[in-house]
């Protein structure tokens, strides 16, 4: 059974950094691009960032870019998002998601439960 | 980027009634459009990929259609369970972006 963990959320003031993990298990997870999708607070799907399988293709939201930096660790099974200077806007729960292939761009086949983040002074 | 727009925004209809979402691609997509089920408090779930095929354990009263800019999810005689928000998403390039969602209600 394929499960998505997600961890690192919480409340932080705005212009400080937070780093979410994901802790991904029930298939092969360095053959799958995986992704990082939020929701803000009663509203709608925002896809955040992206990676591929080998860490080759990397692609971000320009909502985040230069301030959002996606990693993975195959050999952990685990996903990361690391998030500076962030705004109140980034308030959201944070989605860790699994695409149905290797590379870029993707469709999301399973999801986790998310893990929340509130920047706020 | 694609803008994807989703219409209505909310539709209120009865169990057993045949219930159609359009969404529309600001530029041509092909097939590269899926569609997921969001039920309040719980994370999306996958229900079509490429435009109109069905995931598999989804129920095969869902169906899509479309392709180029234009496409719709169908539900068939829709049931207690459907009630829930509805998005689309292309994946025709790497910056993934969805629809802005339809929540369908119970009339």
């Known amino acids: 059974e394929v499960q998505l963990v997600e961890s690192g959320g919480g409340v932080v003031q705005p212009g400080r950094s937070l780093r979410l993990s994901c802790a991904a298990s029930g298939f092969t997870f360095d053959d799958y691009v995986m992704h990082w999708v939020r929701q803000p607070p009663g509203k709608g799907l925002q896809w955040v960032s992206g990676?591929?399988?080998?860490?080759?293709?990397?692609d971000y939201a320009d909502s985040v870019k230069g301030r959002f930096t996606i990693s993975r660790d195959n050999a952990k099974n685990s996903l990361y998002l690391q998030m500076s200077s962030l705004r109140p806007e980034d308030t959201a729960l944070y989605y860790c998601v699994k695409g149905r292939h290797g590379f870029p761009p993707s469709y999301f086949d399973y999801w986790g439960r998310g893990t929340l983040v509130t920047v706020s002074s | 980027d694609i803008q994807m727009t989703q219409s209505p925004s909310n539709l209120s209809a009865s169990v057993g009634d045949r219930v159609t979402i359009t969404c529309r691609a600001s530029?041509?997509?092909?097939?590269?459009l899926a569609w997921y089920q969001q039920k309040p408090g719980r994370a999306p779930e996958l229900l079509i990929y490429?435009?109109?095929s069905l995931e598999s354990g989804v129920p095969s009263r869902f169906s899509g259609s479309g392709s180029g800019t234009e496409f719709s999810l169908i539900i068939n005689s829709l049931q207690s369970d459907d009630f829930a928000t509805y998005y689309c998403q292309h994946y025709k390039t790497k910056s993934a972006t969805f629809g802005q969602g339809t929540r369908v209600e119970i009339k």
């Open positions: 990676i591929s399988w080998n860490n080759a293709d990397i």
């Open positions: 530029q041509n997509i092909d097939s590269w």
């Open positions: 490429k435009a109109s």
